[in-house]
């Protein structure tokens, strides 16, 4: 079997890198050359921009990167079934601040809990088989 030892940090880099050039140069193009994206730049101040960034490497980094070692520390499946645990997690903390719209109609509280609970069968059924 072949086996080639990389950097997890050098990979996902280069796949920002590469999502930053290509999906960059879409909107600038787009933007400034066809005319396309109007709003984009609109209302785009400094302040804006930077909270932008620190939730882009928050959110998307970071839970790359968290993914990428629990699997390395796992399998792949374990770590790509632990992602669907943010189902009811959310479900909770919607509930748990009130804004469950899904709890105002019996039909859609269950299907709603219903659909939790297989999730978190499905995950335990993983972890724990």
């Not at 005319?35 to 209302?43: E, K, L, Q, S, T």
């Not at 400094?46 to 990428?68: E, I, M, Q, T």
């Not at 792949?76 to 804004?99: D, H, K, N, Y």
Request: aromatic share 10%.
């Amino acid at each position: 079997m072949f086996c080639v030892q990389v950097s997890m940090l050098l990979f996902l880099g280069v796949i920002g890198i590469v999502n930053l050039l290509g999906v960059g140069a879409v909107i600038v193009l787009g933007h400034f050359g066809l005319g396309m994206f109007p709003d984009v730049f609109a209302n785009v101040t400094p302040r804006v921009f930077a909270w932008a960034c620190a939730k882009g490497l928050f959110d998307n980094v970071l839970s790359d990167y968290l993914w990428a070692r629990a699997v390395l520390l796992t399998s792949p499946t374990i770590a790509s079934v632990g992602l669907s645990m943010q189902i009811p997690l959310a479900a909770f903390v919607e509930a748990a601040m009130g804004r469950a719209r899904w709890a105002d109609s019996g039909m859609t509280a269950m299907g709603m809990l219903s659909g939790c609970g297989l999730v978190l069968a499905g995950f335990l059924g993983v972890v724990y088989k």
